[in-house]
């Protein structure tokens, strides 16, 4: 295979489902985020947005219910629906001069107990010093844990619903909130469980949502949209604050207040209306506000040490935002649902930086690939099908939606803001599938849609690089201008599903479910459609078309699970790849045209050599559709994403694997010169040591066999044995139970056999790695070899018997 033909890739970066809903938990350095997803908890470096570890097994059958980080850091406990609790200990950064084991695993679990309460976990929280542990129930209960000791201490009732918060007044005592917006308050001192409770409060009437301490008082938010202020000394309640929203999430705040002093006095709230608010409880007026999400924040955290919060939004988003200047630093996204297109966003020096994605969702996502946050573009009011960028502008893109609209957008990468320049409407059903002109001379979009019509949309009006009017200056007739179709043709007779556009602009392709593909001319000037032909062959309907940028072919993936090629001048088939067990959904050109990479509705990857008609690899890339194959301009690097939520990047590793089997060639002839001198110079036991080393049972066996011959030194294969180390012998047992599957080498086998048994004791041969099961896979062939032999003995002795007798009944005759 030529050397510029790419062999094989392999995934260098995985974004999946990181976060499916619950509680998340921040370090206190903030650079590590852990989130719940599903029965797994996992970690995530904030900066870099890398995945890290993992607790628990995705197989598992029970979900997380509650997480919750030890003050410490050092220990996270996990509730799950079975109501079962684990615990689980991270290793700690080691310091400059410390070793590191490279094993060493970053997590380990230290112990799990059933919780003994009657319905999950909803909340937990650690005292001060991590020593202990309260669970609150679903079951209205509260237990308190010593982890030290390892037993529960109390058992908290009384509690008329669910219990949503928790905290530690030191060791001594411990406040709840609840459901119906109780607060009770426990001495933990108390013995007698009848009076342990201090106080019952009934201050709210919503659910507790937050419980912050602070000076011997306690704060108390609920979604009453109110918060209320206690004092821990006399049990009386100090005041009640109003906060005009049902609050979610309620803790002290970082950063400033808005005359740039310390926000030490501050307290921070989010709710349904997705603004994070810093309160002055002493005036009772929110001092600093800041509109973040468009949808409601239900989880606030806070890290003192690097002055930022995180908003945890409805739809499994967690938001970075500075204490500062309360503005959004980056933003990840814990699930994107079905992935549908992808495609890259950004000039020359940012290209391929910046990943536009499309999702079963309104807004679009846009993926900064240094770190892998997140910005999300809301415009449409349904989910997002297709999105193409401008090949003559990289700034410039379109999405289709299932809103029936398309729109056309400019990433400004100085400003770093998306802008929404313009609005085609004109589809009666989904668009399906979006693409600009290559050359831009003149500059169009072509869009196809159910509605099984193929429009042409020009874009001279649009003003591309002129500086977006500033907000105060716009107004609702010219925030988006709109586009009107040139052209419009009923293409196809059902849904139309992709869309090309020939490199000289002077054509365009329609897939559609109706198992054609029709050829249009364009015509520049007036921006028309002209009818160029049409391409059958598929069996079943046809859901990929992409035109070659070196070759007049195009090339189509279909339903009836293949591949093809068709010539442009006269529509024939050229070219039929089967292969696939599934419905084709994807196909790409790479390496300047040929070869292609097919993509179908199993998961699976396919490369194909277009010269040869074969397939040089098949990889199973995802667990379900493939709906989305983006490969860069030199087919170094293949983005895919798919029914299964993930988005896949993908490196070209041809050049890597090349270099790596040549190594290995070298290596393997270096080898078996080394080996060969060894055995010409007699040095059996340092040629059987290698031959061992290398894992090469056949070398030893010729080792083995020109030890058993030497002549004048009976013990010359027990001396060597003698001299090797107890894993090398073991091997050397593994290589010889093989051997004996063969009666040519049985003798060579019961030979090595022999000699291990003799040179070394029982109780040494014990030690040596799974012995039970290498010396049980010498007896079945054993046996038999035994068997074989008697029978031989047997009739060997018949043959003297009968020679005997041959040699008597010749002197007996008479002469």
Same mark, same amino acid.
């Given at each position: 295979?030529?050397?510029?033909?790419?062999? =094989?890739?392999?995934?260098? *970066?995985?974004?999946?489902?990181?976060?499916?809903?619950?509680?998340?938990?921040?370090?206190?350095?903030?650079?590590?985020?852990?989130?719940?997803?599903?029965?797994?908890?996992?970690?995530?470096?904030?900066?870099?947005?890398?995945?890290?570890?993992?607790?628990?097994?995705?197989?598992?059958?029970?979900?997380?219910?509650?997480?919750?980080?030890?003050?410490?850091?050092?220990?996270?406990?996990?509730?799950?629906?079975?109501? @079962?609790?684990?615990?689980?200990?991270?290793?700690?950064?080691?310091?400059?001069?410390?070793?590191?084991?490279? =094993?060493?695993?970053?997590?380990?679990?230290?112990?799990?107990?059933?919780?003994?309460?009657?319905?999950?976990?909803?909340?937990?929280?650690?005292?001060?010093?991590?020593?202990?542990?309260?669970?609150?129930?679903?079951?209205?209960?509260?237990?308190?844990?010593?982890?030290?000791?390892?037993? &529960?201490?109390?058992?908290?009732?009384?509690?008329?619903?669910?219990?949503?918060?928790?905290?530690?007044?030191?060791?001594?005592?411990?406040?709840?909130?609840?459901?119906?917006?109780?607060?009770?308050?426990?001495?933990?001192?108390?013995?007698?469980?009848?009076?342990?409770?201090?106080?019952?409060?009934?201050?709210?009437?919503?659910?507790?949502?937050?419980?912050?301490?602070?000076?011997?008082?306690?704060?108390?938010?609920?979604?009453?949209?109110?918060?209320?202020?206690?004092?821990?000394?006399?049990?009386?309640?100090?005041?009640?604050?109003?906060?005009?929203?049902?609050?979610?999430?309620?803790?002290?705040?970082?950063?400033?207040?808005?005359?740039?002093?310390?926000?030490? $006095?501050?307290?921070?709230?989010?709710?349904?209306?997705?603004?994070?608010?810093?309160?002055?409880?002493?005036?009772?007026?929110?001092?600093?506000?800041?509109?973040?999400?468009?949808?409601?924040? #239900?989880?606030?955290?806070? &890290?003192?040490?690097? =002055?930022?919060?995180?908003?945890?939004?409805?739809?499994?988003?967690?938001?970075?935002?500075?204490?500062?200047?309360?503005?959004?630093?980056?933003?990840?996204?814990?699930? =994107?649902? #079905?992935? @549908?297109?992808?495609?890259?966003?950004?000039?020359?020096?940012?290209? #391929?930086?910046?990943?536009?994605?499309?999702?079963?969702?309104?807004?679009?996502?846009?993926?900064?690939?240094?770190?892998?946050?997140?910005?999300?573009?809301?415009?449409?009011?349904?989910?997002?099908?297709?999105?193409? &960028?401008?090949?003559?502008?990289?700034?410039?893109?379109?999405?289709?939606?299932?809103?029936?609209?398309?729109?056309?957008?400019?990433?400004?990468?100085?400003?770093?803001?998306?802008?929404?320049?313009?609005?085609?409407?004109?589809?009666?059903?989904?668009?399906?599938?979006?693409?600009?002109?290559?050359?831009?001379?003149?500059?169009?979009?072509?869009?196809?849609?159910?509605?099984?019509?193929?429009?042409?949309?020009?874009?001279?009006?649009?003003?591309?690089?002129?500086?977006?009017?500033?907000?105060?200056?716009?107004?609702?007739? %010219?925030?988006?201008?709109?586009?009107?179709?040139?052209?419009?043709?009923?293409?196809?007779?059902?849904?139309?599903?992709?869309?090309?556009?020939?490199?000289?602009?002077?054509?365009? $392709?329609?897939?559609?479910?109706?198992?054609?593909?029709?050829?249009?001319?364009?015509?520049?000037?007036?921006?028309?459609?002209?009818?160029?032909?049409?391409?059958?062959?598929?069996?079943?309907?046809?859901?990929?078309?992409?035109?070659?940028?070196?070759?007049?072919?195009?090339?189509?993936?279909?339903?009836?699970?293949?591949?093809?090629?068709?010539?442009?001048?006269?529509?024939?088939?050229?070219?039929?790849?089967?292969?696939?067990?599934?419905?084709?959904?994807?196909?790409?050109?790479?390496?300047?045209?040929?070869?292609?990479?097919?993509?179908?509705?199993?998961?699976?990857?396919?490369?194909?050599?277009?010269?040869?008609?074969?397939?040089?690899?098949?990889?199973?890339?995802?667990? %379900?559709?493939?709906?989305?194959?983006?490969?860069? $301009?030199?087919?170094?690097?293949?983005?895919?994403?798919?029914? %299964?939520?993930?988005?896949?990047?993908?490196?070209?590793?041809? #050049?890597?694997?090349?270099?790596?089997?040549?190594?290995? *060639?070298?290596?393997?002839?270096?080898?078996?010169?080394?080996?060969?001198?060894?055995?010409?110079?007699?040095?059996?036991?340092?040629?059987?040591?290698?031959?061992?080393?290398?894992?090469?049972?056949?070398?030893?066996?010729?080792?083995?066999?020109?030890?058993?011959?030497?002549?004048?030194?009976?013990?010359?294969?027990?001396?060597?044995?003698?001299?090797?180390?107890?894993?090398?012998?073991?091997? @050397?047992?593994?290589?010889?139970?093989?051997?004996?599957?063969?009666?040519?080498?049985?003798?060579?086998?019961?030979?090595?056999?022999?000699?291990?048994?003799?040179?070394? +004791?029982?109780?040494?041969?014990?030690?040596?790695?799974?012995?039970?099961?290498?010396?049980?896979?010498?007896?079945?062939?054993?046996? *038999?070899?035994?068997?074989?032999?008697? *029978?031989?003995?047997?009739?060997?002795?018949?043959?003297?018997?009968?020679?005997?007798?041959?040699?008597?009944?010749?002197?007996?005759? +008479?002469?």
């Amino acid at each position: 295979m030529p050397a510029d033909l790419v062999t =094989n890739f392999a995934i260098t *970066r995985s974004v999946e489902a990181f976060f499916t809903g619950g509680q998340v938990q921040w370090t206190r350095d903030g650079q590590t985020l852990f989130t719940p997803c599903g029965a797994v908890v996992k970690s995530m470096n904030v900066d870099t947005g890398a995945p890290g570890f993992t607790l628990g097994s995705s197989e598992d059958s029970s979900s997380v219910t509650s997480v919750r980080l030890a003050p410490t850091d050092r220990f996270i406990v996990v509730a799950y629906s079975n109501l @079962l609790i684990k615990q689980y200990t991270i290793a700690q950064k080691p310091e400059p001069d410390e070793e590191v084991l490279p =094993n060493a695993e970053a997590v380990t679990l230290e112990r799990q107990w059933k919780s003994q309460h009657r319905a999950p976990i909803m909340v937990m929280e650690f005292c001060d010093d991590a020593s202990l542990l309260a669970t609150g129930s679903a079951d209205f209960s509260i237990k308190v844990w010593n982890l030290t000791a390892q037993y &529960c201490t109390h058992t908290l009732t009384g509690g008329q619903s669910v219990v949503t918060r928790m905290v530690f007044y030191d060791t001594d005592a411990l406040a709840a909130g609840f459901a119906e917006g109780d607060v009770r308050m426990w001495d933990l001192t108390v013995k007698d469980s009848a009076k342990r409770l201090k106080v019952e409060w009934k201050a709210h009437t919503s659910h507790v949502t937050g419980l912050v301490l602070q000076n011997d008082q306690l704060i108390v938010a609920s979604r009453d949209q109110t918060a209320t202020v206690f004092d821990l000394t006399t049990l009386k309640k100090l005041k009640t604050v109003p906060l005009f929203e049902a609050v979610e999430s309620f803790d002290s705040a970082v950063g400033v207040d808005e005359a740039g002093k310390p926000a030490a $006095a501050l307290f921070a709230s989010v709710g349904d209306e997705g603004t994070l608010k810093l309160w002055d409880l002493a005036t009772g007026r929110a001092v600093r506000t800041a509109k973040l999400v468009a949808n409601q924040v #239900e989880q606030l955290l806070v &890290c003192r040490e690097r =002055n930022q919060y995180v908003l945890v939004t409805a739809d499994h988003n967690l938001l970075l935002v500075d204490g500062q200047s309360l503005q959004a630093v980056k933003q990840f996204v814990g699930f =994107n649902d #079905e992935i @549908l297109d992808v495609a890259f966003v950004g000039d020359e020096s940012e290209r #391929e930086r910046c990943l536009l994605v499309a999702t079963n969702s309104p807004e679009l996502r846009l993926y900064d690939r240094l770190d892998w946050s997140c910005k999300l573009i809301p415009g449409h009011s349904d989910s997002v099908l297709s999105i193409d &960028c401008a090949p003559w502008n990289r700034q410039i893109f379109a999405s289709g939606a299932k809103d029936n609209a398309v729109i056309v957008w400019r990433n400004s990468s100085k400003k770093k803001e998306i802008e929404k320049l313009s609005k085609a409407t004109g589809h009666t059903n989904s668009v399906s599938a979006v693409k600009f002109g290559r050359l831009g001379k003149p500059k169009f979009l072509l869009t196809v849609s159910h509605d099984t019509t193929l429009k042409i949309w020009p874009l001279s009006g649009v003003a591309f690089g002129e500086a977006p009017k500033k907000k105060a200056e716009r107004t609702d007739s %010219d925030a988006t201008e709109t586009l009107s179709a040139s052209c419009t043709v009923v293409a196809h007779s059902k849904d139309l599903t992709a869309l090309d556009v020939s490199p000289n602009d002077r054509l365009c $392709a329609t897939a559609s479910l109706d198992k054609t593909v029709k050829l249009w001319h364009i015509d520049l000037e007036r921006l028309t459609f002209a009818s160029a032909g049409a391409i059958t062959g598929h069996k079943r309907g046809v859901w990929d078309v992409r035109f070659s940028d070196t070759d007049q072919v195009v090339a189509t993936a279909s339903g009836d699970c293949t591949v093809k090629i068709f010539a442009l001048v006269d529509r024939t088939c050229v070219k039929t790849f089967e292969g696939h067990p599934s419905a084709v959904l994807q196909v790409r050109f790479l390496s300047g045209g040929q070869q292609l990479l097919s993509a179908d509705s199993g998961g699976l990857l396919k490369l194909w050599t277009i010269r040869s008609n074969e397939c040089t690899k098949t990889i199973e890339a995802h667990d %379900d559709k493939i709906w989305a194959l983006l490969p860069t $301009a030199d087919s170094s690097k293949v983005i895919t994403g798919g029914s %299964d939520a993930r988005l896949l990047v993908w490196d070209d590793v041809s #050049e890597k694997e090349r270099l790596e089997a040549e190594k290995k *060639r070298s290596e393997r002839v270096a080898q078996e010169q080394q080996l060969a001198n060894l055995l010409e110079q007699n040095r059996f036991t340092d040629a059987l040591r290698l031959t061992l080393k290398l894992g090469r049972p056949f070398s030893a066996l010729k080792v083995v066999e020109q030890l058993v011959a030497l002549e004048g030194d009976e013990n010359a294969l027990r001396s060597s044995i003698n001299d090797l180390k107890i894993d090398q012998v073991a091997l @050397l047992l593994e290589y010889a139970s093989g051997w004996n599957t063969n009666s040519r080498n049985a003798h060579t086998a019961q030979r090595v056999l022999f000699e291990v048994l003799s040179s070394f +004791p029982p109780a040494k041969l014990m030690d040596f790695p799974n012995i039970k099961g290498l010396i049980e896979s010498f007896l079945p062939y054993t046996q *038999r070899h035994f068997e074989r032999l008697s *029978r031989a003995k047997q009739q060997a002795t018949f043959l003297e018997y009968t020679w005997q007798r041959m040699r008597l009944s010749d002197i007996d005759s +008479p002469r």
